[in-house]
């Protein structure tokens, strides 16, 4: 046991320790993914477009999309990121803006959160809103550093610009993505050490907006009062937690087998989305689930360590901002699935179908990376890996022996 303890406190010495766990866990929580949705999404694309492969198919090409926006976001120099906030921010709220207009915005499951895009994908410009909001509130807050002791500088003006963009994103009836919004903001509020008094003050009036929000959709009203006890209305409120919880069931420890779900041939809504770790529980059982909170959970503690351990302040908000929205969107779709949670709709980032949450978090992930190159020797280290590897990969010369 201490020559395990011993073996994991070097490894984590290591310059490069925070940025391999990143990098490894982002890859598996990818990959399980991928995997998930073909098997979840299998029956429903069969049906309606007549491929059991189009929806993972298009899952693949976000995929790749954001891995190749990972890789350039990884590389890219960290005063030009801070440098493209401002702008990426106000195109993000622009977008979210453009989809109140008629003819416009698209409509899907009562949220009008959509823009179309060419060959019937569409994009969903509050994805884009969280990431830039993260970021802008990571630069200003760098910049404020000497200052953050005051509240005001805290408060203002990110308070007011967070609250108008999850405002914008309750007036598109995405009540689980606002949730999201409001909970990050609050966090990166905790980050700048915003005082216990004051902090009281905003989460109590998120709170009052968010019972607000509630009581305006006779459908939130019931979802809210059933989840406690989805039977009371097995047919309608509770209809999906119920058989989310009956696919976990069947699933038991060791699962059924990856394709043997019964409750993705249309009885499970949203079994490749918002509910695909039920789908998780019924094929790869109690220990499949456990693998996939078990990643999520080293990769909020890689995300932690890399904003405890850099100098840099924005790097510091960065990455706690970053780490604190997945854990967040995590939890919330987890708790959800498990019945702790209301059913809000939010999907588990790298694992739930969806292009724009898919491409937007990989891309988080490789800012993430790149703030990782930030603590010590990270950079010395990860350049020497490089070197390494091309001197390996360069064709070494041939002696050709000479004639006597």
């Avoid at 993260?134 to 000497?146: G, M, T």
């Avoid at 999850?166 to 606002?178: E, I, K, P, S, Y």
């Avoid at 009281?200 to 709170?207: D, E, P, Q």
């Avoid at 010590?376 to 006597?404: E, F, I, M």
Wanted: charge should be positive; proline fraction near 5%; glycine fraction near 10%.
């Amino acid at each position: 046991m201490r020559s395990t303890s011993e073996a994991i406190r070097r490894t984590l010495e290591r310059p490069l320790a925070s940025y391999q766990l990143v990098l490894g866990t982002s890859a598996l929580l990818l990959g399980i993914g991928l995997i998930m949705v073909l098997s979840a999404s299998s029956v429903f694309a069969l049906v309606h477009y007549g491929n059991s492969f189009s929806i993972v198919l298009r899952q693949l090409i976000f995929a790749v999309l954001g891995i190749t926006g990972a890789v350039v976001a990884a590389r890219m120099p960290l005063s030009l990121i801070r440098r493209l906030i401002l702008p990426f921010l106000l195109v993000s709220v622009a977008l979210i803006c453009a989809t109140f207009i008629p003819g416009v915005g698209i409509t899907v499951n009562g949220n009008r959160n959509w823009l179309p895009l060419f060959g019937g994908f569409q994009l969903q410009p509050s994805e884009f809103a969280k990431l830039a909001l993260v970021l802008w509130i990571a630069d200003l807050y760098a910049r404020r550093q000497k200052y953050l002791s005051t509240p005001r500088y805290v408060l203002t003006p990110m308070v007011p610009v967070a609250g108008a963009v999850g405002m914008l994103v309750v007036l598109q009836r995405d009540l689980g993505t606002a949730v999201v919004i409001f909970a990050l903001t609050v966090g990166m509020l905790w980050i700048a050490g915003l005082p216990r008094r004051q902090m009281g003050g905003i989460v109590a009036g998120l709170f009052v907006g968010l019972v607000v929000a509630v009581a305006n959709s006779p459908h939130r009203v019931e979802r809210l009062l059933n989840f406690t006890n989805p039977q009371a209305d097995p047919d309608s409120a509770g209809y999906q937690a119920i058989k989310g919880m009956m696919a976990l069931a069947r699933g038991g420890f060791w699962g059924v087998g990856l394709g043997g779900s019964r409750q993705k041939w249309g009885s499970l809504p949203e079994a490749h989305t918002d509910f695909i770790l039920a789908v998780i529980g019924e094929e790869l059982g109690l220990l499949g689930t456990l693998v996939v909170l078990v990643l999520f959970i080293v990769l909020g503690f890689a995300g932690m360590r890399i904003a405890m351990r850099t100098r840099e302040p924005f790097v510091r908000y960065a990455a706690s901002g970053i780490t604190i929205w997945l854990l967040i969107q995590a939890i919330i779709n987890i708790g959800m699935v498990l019945g702790m949670l209301p059913v809000i709709g939010i999907p588990l980032p790298l694992i739930s179908y969806g292009g724009s949450s898919l491409l937007v978090t990989l891309v988080s992930l490789g800012i993430l990376l790149n703030c990782a190159t930030t603590e010590p020797g990270a950079k010395r280290a990860l350049a020497a890996g490089r070197a390494n590897r091309k001197r390996a990969a360069a064709p070494h010369p041939v002696r050709v022996a000479g004639r006597r």
